[in-house]
């Protein structure tokens, strides 16, 4: 296991993060809540050759959780993390308690109109509000001049990096492709909770989007049709509960009349108890 | 006059800001709308012992006016400031378009909850979202490693020192003391609106801030009487429309039962049609 350095306090981390900059290190950052699996670690990857340090922080975001979510039972496990990242060749990991980036009497908060209010933002009021104060407190904490975040929250990445551009933050602003599982699901800390008999079920959102895929490839250009066929399959799964599956603008997840260039399918739901979410863009 | 740089674009200040901080030059900030006074010139000599390069904005902020405000009128002279800002020893100002830090399809905004709903925010709604939202861009372009604001606009100086802590940007947040005309009014851009008839009325807010300060120097320390006190000065002007006058806590802006400490005597209103605002911190 290589050394990595643990930052549980925003002074340590920061201080840390002014005095590499001072000495021209190129910082990049890897923000998760934990859990790690492949999708995170292969975001490591990502950012690895364009920085000198890499900081990976976990940290289970409160904000960004409704009343009725999943915040306390989210899997929380440092150790499994801490072992993980230092194998995968990161520096250091920024791993705060609530207290220390929301302290008593905390009150400012970034948003990103629009864009935060559909899909994910309509199912989830607030989410995108809480996801954009906490990303916009690790930036100012770690000071990144890259940062990497997944396409699997596709819906997210489109609303960071509006927030990147419209705040003219000077950071790189990467995203990698969902890690999948060998049957399409796309990797997901929320998987664990999947009961045996749920886990097969769980491919239907990959079905559905290779299901959208598929028509286009066959020349389908009316966005009605293709969301038929996303539809379709996962009719045959009454197990699963959609909140949503259609055909967007992969910038302003604006709903797609006909296709053409690049169009993003996307599908969320809940199988049992467990929300599940996916995406795929088709470029025509 | 000194030399001075003048940026116009958000991309020739950010390269500039990132050279410098390569370099270590510390740099300070001064964000101001222009037409400058005294009261800014005061805010450069503060900051100038705490930074290497001194950057003046000088931005009518657009979405820090409410609809039927006076951004249209809003006095604007760049030469002038120029010339008053190159005399102070100013090493660079940023003078962008609106369009260059408002481009199409802007959507992010930053916002502090509570001190931004009271008082001036009751009067001017939306006002101090677009105060901070201007001022987390300024950060991001201009990266500061100290800024000053006036005690002036007691309350944005207040929520802006919030936003800055809150998201931990490693900032050193100075405000500056109020500087005020021989009879006491406040400088203040909008003093140009007052009419020759006008401007002998306008010493009722000083007058009245005076009046609270008196009250308590007095031993009164019922935030009623206070308040009592500064109201009778006001009522002596028919010609003035108070908005508010109060005495309240300094960092909450929350209302003072009982005079203790440090406590903050704030007036706003109307002269005709120019808007005038002032403070004074009275320590007990």
Chains 1, 2 share one sequence.
């Not at 000198?52 to 959780?65: A, G, H, I, K, Y």
């Not at 009343?67 to 990242?85: A, G, N, S």
């Not at 960071?160 to 003219?168: A, G, P, Q």
Request: hydrophobic share 40%; charged share 25%.
């Amino acid at each position: 296991m290589n050394e990595i350095l643990l930052f549980r306090t925003v002074d340590q981390m920061q201080s840390t993060s002014l005095r590499w900059r001072r000495e021209g290190v190129r910082i990049g950052l890897v923000p998760t809540m934990g859990a790690l699996h492949e999708g995170h670690l292969s975001l490591i990857d990502l950012v690895r050759p364009h920085c000198d340090r890499l900081v990976v922080s976990v940290f289970v975001n409160p904000t960004q959780f409704g009343p009725t979510e999943d915040f306390d039972r989210y899997p929380r496990d440092l150790d499994r993390d801490m072992t993980l990242l230092a194998d995968r060749g990161t520096d250091a990991i920024f791993a705060p308690e609530a207290r220390e980036v929301y302290p008593a009497g905390h009150a400012t908060f970034v948003e990103v109109e629009g864009l935060s209010s559909v899909y994910e933002g309509a199912i989830r009021p607030g989410h995108f509000r809480g996801v954009c104060t906490i990303v916009a407190k690790l930036y100012n904490i770690i000071l990144p001049d890259v940062a990497a975040f997944g396409q699997k929250d596709a819906q997210q990445a489109a609303v960071l990096r509006k927030l990147t551009r419209d705040l003219h933050l000077p950071i790189q602003f990467l995203v990698g492709p969902t890690v999948r599982e060998a049957d399409g699901l796309a990797m997901s800390s929320r998987n664990s909770y999947l009961k045996a008999d749920e886990r097969p079920k769980a491919t239907v959102l990959f079905r559905a989007l290779k299901a959208g895929e598929a028509s286009i490839r066959a020349g389908e250009r009316q966005g009605d049709k293709v969301r038929e066929a996303m539809r379709k399959v996962i009719d045959q799964v009454p197990e699963f509960k959609p909140d949503y599956s259609d055909i967007v603008w992969p910038e302003s997840f604006e709903q797609v009349d006909e296709v053409r260039g690049d169009v993003l399918a996307i599908v969320a739901g809940r199988i049992g108890s467990v929300r599940l979410i996916d995406n795929l863009t088709v470029t025509v």
